[in-house]
């Protein structure tokens, strides 16, 4: 996400690191990129304006021209206007509720429905709790189907009403949640192509007769300029609580995050990073802010490390590395974990400097990973554990399990002894960074 801007803006803030004093003309002159590359990145003209002016306002204070590395001072500076921008503080959900109950609202086609599941997911993963989807998108075909199917793969239950009154299926569910235990509620509203009166109407009665805690519109990052459009139509009339973004993972400019807030002053609550279910992160301004100046976010890769990693594995398998008998039975174990992580190109991405470093265009076809996979389960469990016994004869035998050649098993393996050289430098305190 915000690749190309983030590339420009680093280019650019990088330049004036190199002044060893800040005047008004290479202000101008960086600033004028910078301007250049949130305009091309969708981001709202008006925003764009006033961005720059405070940029360069903070800049040309007293307290940059004293400064010892006025360049880090304007760098700085920058971030923290991108935080302000993006809503300066997280905005956490609302779930003080009885049961919480949140509902979803949106045009058709956001991934309104999707991302309801997902989010019900991040709930019970984050906070240990249980939650409740509600089918209430009652006219889209399939739509209570498709809601079904996502509760059932993630053995999350769905309460449905087929196509009873909207209004009345929220007011059930919430009382079948009450009896059962359940601790949050999340209804998944229909959708319409565009904001018309019959969706609107709809939407102010279920609000009147339930009280949601969280009134949260799930939209397209991909929607451009017109995002601001539906978010006053929708706040308008429903008086939003908050946003989700939906495919900031496409091939999307991302203007539309950097203008929400500032305009609608809607917090953006979660952003969809993956198809998987497990693709929604909590919006955190100060280290989206971090990533678009290619500074990484740590917190985030850690949080993300500890929400899937087995503490106790991990635990073991450090040891073992430590003592030199890590094998590739342990080696298959920790892939798998690394697996549930998602598409490691994204994590690569939180690591700082990975856009200096070429990272960020990085591709890892999960093909490539899916045949490592398969050449280790070819093995046998005694072959994972001793790799030293593997020759001509046992390798051959592998590849054809594997369907994979024995290049193949022979460049694992060999990848495999360096990762172990590399754990023992790191024990014995030789290792240096390559840069």
């Given at each position: 996400?915000?690749?190309?801007?983030?590339?420009?803006?680093?280019?650019?803030?990088?330049?004036?690191?190199?002044?060893?004093?800040?005047?008004?003309?290479?202000?101008?002159?960086?600033?004028?990129?910078?301007?250049?590359?949130?305009?091309?990145?969708?981001?709202?003209?008006?925003?764009?304006?006033?961005?720059?002016?405070?940029?360069?306002?903070?800049?040309?204070?007293?307290?940059?021209?004293?400064?010892?590395?006025?360049?880090?001072?304007?760098?700085?500076?920058?971030?923290?206007?991108?935080?302000?921008?993006?809503?300066?503080?997280?905005?956490?959900?609302?779930?003080?509720?009885?049961?919480?109950?949140?509902?979803?609202?949106?045009?058709?086609?956001?991934?309104?429905?999707?991302?309801?599941?997902?989010?019900?997911?991040?709930?019970?993963?984050?906070?240990?709790?249980?939650?409740?989807?509600?089918?209430?998108?009652?006219?889209?075909?399939?739509?209570?189907?498709?809601?079904?199917?996502?509760?059932?793969?993630?053995?999350?239950?769905?309460?449905?009403?087929?196509?009873?009154?909207?209004?009345?299926?929220?007011?059930?569910?919430?009382?079948?949640?009450?009896?059962?235990?359940?601790?949050?509620?999340?209804?998944?509203?229909?959708?319409?192509?565009?904001?018309?009166?019959?969706?609107?109407?709809?939407?102010?009665?279920?609000?009147?007769?339930?009280?949601?805690?969280?009134?949260?519109?799930?939209?397209?990052?991909?929607?451009?300029?017109?995002?601001?459009?539906?978010?006053?139509?929708?706040?308008?009339?429903?008086?939003?609580?908050?946003?989700?973004?939906?495919?900031?993972?496409?091939?999307?400019?991302?203007?539309?995050?950097?203008?929400?807030?500032?305009?609608?002053?809607?917090?953006?609550?979660?952003?969809?990073?993956?198809?998987?279910?497990?693709?929604?992160?909590?919006?955190?301004?100060?280290?989206?802010?971090?990533?678009?100046?290619?500074?990484?976010?740590?917190?985030?890769?850690?949080?993300?490390?500890?929400?899937?990693?087995?503490?106790?594995?991990?635990?073991?398998?450090?040891?073992?590395?430590?003592?030199?008998?890590?094998?590739?039975?342990?080696?298959?174990?920790?892939?798998?974990?690394?697996?549930?992580?998602?598409?490691?190109?994204?994590?690569?991405?939180?690591?700082?400097?990975?856009?200096?470093?070429?990272?960020?265009?990085?591709?890892?076809?999960?093909?490539?990973?899916?045949?490592?996979?398969?050449?280790?389960?070819?093995?046998?469990?005694?072959?994972?554990?001793?790799?030293?016994?593997?020759?001509?004869?046992?390798?051959?035998?592998?590849?054809?399990?594997?369907?994979?050649s024995v290049e193949e098993v022979n460049r694992l393996l060999k990848q495999f002894e360096q990762m172990k050289i590399m754990m023992k430098k790191f024990k014995n305190g030789n290792f240096k960074m390559p840069f």
């Amino acid at each position: 996400m915000f690749e190309n801007l983030g590339e420009r803006l680093t280019r650019a803030v990088d330049k004036i690191k190199g002044y060893g004093k800040l005047t008004e003309d290479n202000i101008s002159e960086v600033t004028r990129e910078i301007r250049l590359a949130l305009l091309e990145a969708d981001v709202n003209y008006k925003v764009v304006k006033e961005f720059i002016n405070n940029v360069k306002e903070k800049a040309l204070g007293e307290e940059v021209a004293k400064s010892l590395k006025p360049g880090e001072v304007f760098v700085k500076i920058v971030k923290d206007e991108l935080v302000e921008l993006l809503g300066g503080d997280s905005a956490p959900l609302n779930t003080k509720g009885n049961p919480a109950v949140l509902m979803l609202v949106g045009l058709q086609g956001s991934g309104k429905t999707t991302t309801n599941a997902k989010l019900a997911n991040y709930l019970r993963k984050k906070e240990k709790k249980k939650p409740l989807l509600v089918a209430c998108d009652v006219y889209r075909p399939a739509a209570i189907d498709q809601l079904k199917q996502l509760g059932k793969e993630l053995s999350i239950p769905v309460y449905e009403e087929g196509n009873n009154d909207p209004v009345i299926i929220s007011k059930n569910a919430i009382n079948y949640a009450k009896e059962n235990g359940y601790d949050y509620v999340l209804i998944d509203t229909a959708g319409r192509l565009h904001i018309d009166e019959k969706l609107m109407e709809e939407l102010e009665n279920i609000t009147k007769e339930v009280n949601p805690d969280e009134t949260i519109l799930v939209i397209d990052s991909m929607t451009g300029q017109d995002a601001i459009n539906v978010i006053t139509g929708f706040n308008e009339r429903l008086s939003l609580t908050g946003a989700i973004l939906t495919k900031l993972d496409g091939d999307t400019k991302g203007g539309a995050a950097l203008s929400i807030r500032h305009l609608t002053n809607v917090p953006i609550k979660f952003i969809g990073v993956s198809e998987k279910m497990d693709g929604l992160e909590a919006f955190h301004p100060d280290r989206m802010a971090s990533r678009i100046l290619g500074m990484g976010d740590l917190l985030s890769m850690i949080e993300k490390a500890e929400s899937v990693i087995d503490k106790d594995e991990a635990e073991k398998a450090a040891k073992k590395m430590q003592s030199g008998k890590f094998d590739l039975e342990d080696f298959l174990v920790q892939f798998k974990q690394i697996k549930k992580l998602g598409p490691l190109e994204n994590l690569i991405k939180m690591i700082p400097g990975a856009s200096k470093m070429g990272l960020n265009n990085v591709k890892i076809d999960p093909k490539d990973i899916a045949h490592i996979e398969a050449i280790i389960l070819s093995m046998t469990p005694y072959e994972r554990r001793h790799p030293e016994i593997l020759k001509a004869s046992r390798k051959q035998r592998i590849a054809k399990g594997s369907a994979r050649s024995v290049e193949e098993v022979n460049r694992l393996l060999k990848q495999f002894e360096q990762m172990k050289i590399m754990m023992k430098k790191f024990k014995n305190g030789n290792f240096k960074m390559p840069f």
